[in-house]
Nanobody, 114 residues
Framework: QVRLVESGGGLMQPGGSLRLSCTAS????????MAWYRQAPGKQRELVAR???????SYATSVKGRFTVSRDVAKNTMYLQMNSLKSEDTAVYYC????????WGQGTQVTVSS
């Protein structure tokens, strides 16, 4: 079973940047369409960015133009570059495939606050 580990979160001021990483225990990024999700307190988990096996990307409207998803297949790692952070980006960020069929990792907390 593939294990996912998210990292890179932290406390950032509005307007700042963070890069999150998602490392998988197996070689899945070349074949699977993967996604970044986030869950804010009291809210449902939502998909914010996706990348297909072929490398095509798409984003939720709320993060389009600010977030960029990428991957390094050789390192079994997917990234989420987050720029121009806003307070509403505060959430725990997770990675998974598009069906959310893999075991969830522990997530990484992103807090945007002045």
């Amino acid at each position: 079973q593939v294990r996912l580990v998210e990292s890179g979160g932290g406390l950032m001021q509005p307007g700042g940047s963070l890069r999150l990483s998602c490392t998988a225990s197996g070689s899945i990024f070349s074949s699977k369409s993967m996604a970044w999700y986030r869950q804010a307190p009291g809210k449902q988990r939502e998909l914010v960015a996706r990348i297909t096996g072929g490398g095509a990307t798409s984003y939720a409207t709320s993060v389009k133009g600010r977030f960029t998803v990428s991957r390094d297949v050789a390192k079994n790692t997917m990234y989420l570059q987050m720029n121009s952070l806003k307070s509403e980006d505060t959430a725990v960020y997770y990675c998974n495939d598009l069906l959310a069929s893999l075991p969830w990792g522990q997530g990484t907390q992103v807090t945007v606050s002045s």
